[in-house]
T-cell receptor, first 115, second 113 residues
Framework: DTEVTQTPKHLVMGMTNKKSLKCEQHMGHRAMYWYKQKAKKPPELMFVYSYEKLSINESVPSRFSPECPNSSLLNLHLHALQPEDSALYLC??????????????FGPGTRLTVT | DQQVKQNSPSLSVQEGRISILNCDYTNSMFDYFLWYKKYPAEGPTFLISISSIKDKNEDGRFTVFLNKSAKHLSLHIVPSQPGDSAVYFCAASFTSGTYKYIFGTGTRLKVLA
């Protein structure tokens, strides 16, 4: 099973709403990632969790709050977003560096629209 | 500061011919490079990778070449097929320490039947 699942597929939210994006993998990967991708741009790293601990925060505004409840799940909590936060949010996972395997597996993404 | 660049935003190739996608990087500390393919409304899919200790890696129709002195890598697809039409991203990372990946700007490949 090389699948990363993300829910929901699409999300429309107002600027005062609170919502969460969910990501799940069952490949035993110990690193999980959130990326943001705008149209015609590359995926931009937001957060990395390694062994359920936050290891990288790329100076992301606090209106985005990640959470890693266990080794298979990754959430992104959203609050008071701006219209410019509308984008495709991608989750990915990868094996521990020590395995010598470095490729990331991506989910299909959540298309977020902030109105 | 774009550390990983793909200078060709798009490329069209005839079916059966070779597609060559290029990628340049600036940070000499990167020691692992990957290529991903992305269809619209899907997440990127891993294609092939190369460690900085090698200069070539081959997997079926896909070959990646690395020129460390020029800080340049390329992806060759031979023969190209219409199903290869997608956006291709190169990415650079590190084999130890940080789990950081930097993606290039992408090249849209169109394979014409």
């Amino acid at each position: 099973d090389t699948e990363v699942t993300q829910t929901p597929k699409h999300l429309v939210m107002g600027m005062t709403n609170k919502k969460s994006l969910k990501c799940e993998q069952h490949m035993g990967h110990r690193a999980m990632y959130w990326y943001k991708q705008k149209a015609k741009k590359p995926p931009e790293l937001m957060f990395v969790y390694s062994y359920e601990k936050l290891s990288i925060n790329e100076s992301v505004p606090s209106r985005f709050s990640p959470e890693c409840p266990n080794s298979s799940l990754l959430n992104l909590h959203l609050h008071a977003l701006q219209p410019e936060d509308s984008a495709l949010y991608l989750c990915a996972s990868s094996q521990d560096r020590g395995t010598g395997r470095y490729e990331q597996y991506f989910g299909p993404g959540t298309r977020l629209t902030v109105t | 500061d774009q550390q990983v660049k793909q200078n060709s935003p798009s490329l069209s190739v005839q079916e059966g011919r070779i597609s060559i996608l290029n990628c340049d990087y600036t940070n000499s500390m990167f020691d692992y490079f990957l290529w991903y393919k992305k269809y619209p409304a899907e997440g990127p899919t891993f294609l092939i990778s190369i460690s900085s200790i090698k200069d070539k890696n081959e997997d079926g129709r896909f070959t990646v070449f690395l020129n460390k002195s020029a800080k340049h890598l390329s992806l060759h697809i031979v023969p190209s097929q219409p199903g290869d039409s997608a956006v291709y991203f190169c990415a650079a990372s590190f084999t130890s320490g940080t789990y950081k990946y930097i993606f290039g700007t992408g090249t849209r490949l169109k394979v014409l039947a």
